[in-house]
């Protein structure tokens, strides 16, 4: 178990380690016609965190209100830094919490949105899912304006 909470970690500094050198200011970016910014990027990525710790995993005392989920787009609403941060805390809390009390992860869990998948390859799921999104962030912080 506690291999793949290091490796869950580790996956995720790809997203944790640009947060503290975020402004207020850099959430509101974009790049070129992309519909997203990077506060509803992270936003995003906290939400599905939540989802997966809650859905996937059995974590029932998350509480998620899937916000950009509901909006299916970027609505400009997400400007403000310290909540953005304090929900992706909890995220991250929430899903070590829901990936340690895992015991067999050959369980197969089914989703509408990517369909049936063991615990371990929706562990990979959302590891990817994490860094995926992280990648974006990083060029819109960077490029965007």
């Known amino acids: 178990m506690k291999a793949l909470i290091e490796l869950w970690r580790e996956g995720r500094t790809r997203f944790t380690i640009q947060l503290a050198n975020l402004k207020q200011e850099d959430l509101i970016k974009k790049l070129g016609a992309s519909p997203n910014s990077v506060g509803f990027l992270i936003r995003h990525m906290a ?9 996937v995993f059995g974590n029932m005392d998350v509480k998620v209100d ?9 609505t400009g609403e997400w400007t403000d830094l310290e909540p953005l941060l304090a929900l992706t805390e909890e995220a991250g809390k929430q899903l070590e919490i829901a990936i340690a009390n ?3 992860w050959d369980t197969i869990i089914e989703t509408r949105e990517f369909g049936k998948k063991t615990k371990a390859e929706s562990l990979g799921r959302i590891t990817t899912h994490t860094a995926y999104h992280a990648g974006q ?9």
């Open 47 to 55: 939400e599905v965190e939540l989802l997966f710790a809650k859905n």
């Open 66 to 74: 899937a916000q950009t989920l509901k909006a299916g787009r970027d």
């Open 102 to 104: 895992q015991n067999d």
């Open 137 to 145: 962030l990083a060029i819109v912080v960077k490029y965007g304006k």
